[in-house]
């Protein structure tokens, strides 16, 4: 779908939230779906979404919003969801290709920033207080608290980043073998990890105080700052996990960094300020990045060309192998 034809569709929506056809509409980015911002005259901005054809079923989409919108009523810094005219969370709307398209739209975060962008964060050129993480911490704990509290929602429809979903045969974001630059040395030995790091992560288990609704994507693109509060946006991977996994999340593109040790360090004494963080659950946390890194590698492998998925083969993918590299021999010596 080209950029043309998405602001057509959208445009096309706007009616069905009470707003004129002629509302600006400006794109902000491109992913997995198209991000755009609306400013109607004497109103507020929007976010508005459209959703790549086929990625997320309706169930999905309907169940990240009815999250979100429980989420933002106990108090939690999310964006708030703008429904249709009608009251619907999702509008479905046919494209001019003859193609139903899934739109959302979210109240905008007026005068507030990413709290960084990934290559910043590899390169070690970001300048962020080490005192941010411990904030951030707080966030994540806050939460996994309170989506805790909220549970299964009814109809509650979204994937797993459990041990299937991370490492398994189908794994959710791929298989990270599938990157042609790859030996047979680097496919043998992530084969090899993958099936520890399996083994591992079901033997961490389920329990609540460690699995349940995660964010999936807490990076810092997905975390944006005004003045001292910071808003989690971007549910669109959302489902079940580790708790610890999205603190994985949250450090992986810092791990080079020379402050990588005070920003883990914060991270950890935030969250454990606002829900408990046992030193059991850490001794997990190797397998929770490698993990991560291994999902990055899946996504990337099936996206070739992609600036980000060649970022992540020219910089990450040396990393894991090195980090996989590692977690073998340690393994090895259990």
Known sequence: MDQALAVNTVRGAL??????????????????????????????????RLHRAGYRSDSEVRCELEFLRALKSRGVDVPAVLPTADGDLLCLIEGSDGVTYQIDMLVWAEGA????????????TASLRPETFYRLGVLAA???NEATAIGRI???????????GLVGERALWGDPSGIGELTERDVALLNDVKRELKNELNSFGVGVNRYGVIHADFTPENILVRDEECILIDFDDFGEGWHLFDLATLLFFYLPHPKY????????EGYRSA????????????????????????????????????????????????????????????
């Open 15 to 48: 009616g069905r939230y009470g707003l004129q056809d002629s509302t600006p509409i400006e794109f902000v980015k491109y992913r997995e779906n198209y991000v755009f911002r609306i400013c109607p005259e004497g109103q507020i901005s929007y976010a508005v």
């Open 113 to 124: 920033v990413p709290l960084g962008d990934i290559l910043e964060a590899f390169e070690g």
């Open 154 to 164: 009814d109809g509650f429809d979204r994937q797993a980043w459990d041990g299937e």
């Open 261 to 268: 040790p005070e920003y883990q360090r914060n991270a950890f």
């Open 142 to 144: 806050t939460f996994h």
């Open 275 to 334: 829900r408990a963080l046992p030193e059991e659950h850490l001794k997990s946390w190797d397998a929770m990045l490698l993990a991560r890194g291994l999902t990055y590698m899946g996504w990337a492998s099936s996206r070739r060309g992609d600036d980000a998925a060649e970022f992540v083969v020219s910089h990450i993918v040396p990393m894991v192998l090195d980090m996989a590299r590692s977690y073998s021999r340690v393994s090895a010596g259990r």
